[in-house]
Each structure stands twice: as C-alpha cells, then as structure tokens.
DNA sequence: GCCAACGTTGGC
DNA sequence: GCCAACGTTGGC
C-alpha cells in the first residue's frame, strides 16, 4: 500500500490511535476492489512511500478491519467528496491498517536489483495503482531480505 | 461503443 | 521539472 509520506507517512501510522488508520481516500477502482473484495482482516500488507527522495518499502502493516463505506465520500468539505455516492448507494470503501513494525527503507531501487521480484506488480512500468497485490513467493522473499 | 483530450501518478 | 503511462471523461 502506497503512501505519500507527506501526506501520510509511516510515522504519521505510528503515532495514530492504536497506530491504526483506515485507509480513505482512495479513488480508483481496481485499487478500491483489492480493498472491498480481496483483502480480509489478518491479512498483511508492505506500507510502501511513493513520491518521495527514496521511494520504498517502509514497514509492516496489517489489515485490521473488513471493507466499510469510505466516510470522506459523504463529506462536500473533505476533497475526495464525491457527489455521486450516497449513503444508500456508496461508490468507495476502505480498510484499516495497524502498523506491525517499521522496516529499514527498503528501496525501489533495491528492490529491482532482484530477479526474484522481477514481476512484482508495484516494481512494473506505469504501475500507478496505489495497492498492489504481493504475490506470496514474493512477500517472503522480501522479509527474508529484510530478515524479519 | 469509440477515442481524443485531459488529468494524475510517480520515478527520475 | 520532465515525461511516460494510464484512468477517466465526454462528445459523437
């Protein structure tokens, strides 16, 4: 899951209540279908930093609750409103995440250096989605790497 | 349903 | 700041 650490970084997730946040405020679809039909709680997921100095692998997160209707939607003052949801027919839903522990930066630049991880979805050109799935061979070689 | 135009993402 | 890539919009 990719974050701008500007915006929310993976200190931000540290210090929030119960180090936990729902993930809001996403707009595209494929990225809101891995959210709303894919993921389940227990589930864990790599909080990665995008548009940064050093784009990568930050920590450990984990999905701590099911899929619920994005509350930032219904909102006209919040800036991912958006008018055609309504609460009987919303159009966006988010998880929450809980911070498991923090990781060295693991780089993108790092990341690519493994054949291993050739085909991670996050690592492909124009990949622009801001959840990606891990395939499972994939996320162990990468806490292998980081020895976690 | 097609497709051009436009906006956004994100690495560099 | 540049630019490639891709999603979305909207006219037809």
Redesign the pocket.
């Known amino acids: 899951m990719?974050s701008?650490p500007l915006k929310f970084s993976i200190d931000d997730l540290a210090s929030s209540p119960n180090q936990t946040t729902a993930w809001d405020g996403v707009?595209?679809?494929?990225a809101r279908n891995f959210m709303w039909k894919q993921m389940c709680v227990g589930d864990q997921t790599f909080f990665?930093?995008?548009?940064?100095?050093q784009?990568?692998i930050m920590g450990i997160a984990e999905v701590t609750s099911p899929a619920y209707p994005d509350a930032t939607q219904f909102d006209p003052k919040n800036r991912h409103f958006d008018p055609?949801a309504s609460q009987d027919n919303p159009r966006w839903f988010n998880v929450e995440i809980t911070l498991k522990q923090k990781t060295r930066l693991l780089?993108?630049?790092e990341l690519?250096q493994y054949p291993e991880l050739k085909r991670m979805r996050?690592l492909?050109?124009?990949?622009?989605?801001?959840i990606t799935p891990v395939d499972p061979d994939e996320w162990k070689f990468i806490l292998k790497i980081l020895q976690v």
């Open positions: 990719k701008e707009r595209n679809y494929q990665y930093h995008s548009c940064c100095a784009p990568g055609k780089t993108i630049k690519r996050v492909q050109t124009g990949n622009r989605l801001s």
